[in-house]
């Protein structure tokens, strides 16, 4: 069935989007995106080389644009100003790209995000005709302010970056997911594919994640454990799931009609 994830209008064949941090090195990385099935790569435009230093090895050559969509992203920025210098100097990078990641941490112990500087970042990088797709707090008063502001994707986190502890609040997403009219994907928290499939059949529209892949064991295999994750999640939430019933035990076989009965 034609199930795409659009976002700012482009249709994408996968809902899996995937960072590129934390691999060994960029062929790791590569491997493990390929696998993923994964078209939109983020990129932290301040850890990773994507033209800054010229004599460096480039994520670009890892992940040519012309296969993959980048979503540059603010990470490591505490303050709206931050953020914004950050993803203007993504638009030169990438010849003026305008879809982009939008987080603004309020500290680095959790990494949680600041909510003020994150509305304040997103109106301005909105009016300057930046398509934001924002990390935030899994609070569906602030991501309805963030979808009212023009950003193109809510982005709750399921738990705090890098803890892998999964959906910790899964009736925080519903409200959310219930009155966005943008796309609502869960940023943050997903450690293993079950964290992912949950995700999806709550009805999130798709999930971002890298450490559960980056830091795997094997991360090339995870990342194709993800890969049919959201696949299944995403089929399981359309499919629509079975009643939950208590003490209304129902057979599976037919209790009448029965042979020699």
Known sequence: MNDPLIIAGR?????????TGKYKDFDETRRAVVASGAQIVTVAI?????GQDRNAPSLLDALPPS??????????????????RTL????????????????????????????????????????????????????????????????????????????????????????????????????????TASDAA????????????NTAIALAQHPVLMAGAMKKAVEAGREAFRAGRMPKKLYSASPSSPTTGLIGG
Not at 67 to 84: H, I, K, M, Q, R
Not at 198 to 209: F, K, Q, T
């Open 46 to 50: 301040r850890r990773t080389n994507i």
């Open 198 to 209: 949950i995700a999806l059949e709550l009805g999130c529209d798709g999930v971002l994640m």
């Open 88 to 191: 203007r100097l993504a638009r030169e990078l990438l010849d003026d790209h305008k879809l982009v990641k939008l987080e603004v941490l309020g500290d680095p112990h959790t990494l949680f995000p600041n909510m003020p500087e994150t509305l304040k970042a997103a109106e301005t990088l909105v009016k300057e005709g930046f398509e934001v797709m924002v990390y935030c707090s899994d609070d569906p008063i602030q991501t309805r302010m963030l979808e009212d502001i023009g950003c193109v994707a809510v982005m709750p986190l399921a738990s705090l970056i890098g803890s892998g502890m999964g959906i910790l609040n899964p009736w925080n997403l519903k409200l959310i997911i219930e009155q966005a009219k943008v796309p609502v994907l869960v940023d943050a928290g997903v450690g």
């Open 11 to 19: 249709e994408y064949g996968s809902r899996l989007l995937v960072g």
């Open 67 to 84: 296969e993959f969509t980048y979503l540059p992203n603010t990470a490591g920025c505490y303050s709206a100003d931050d953020a914004v």
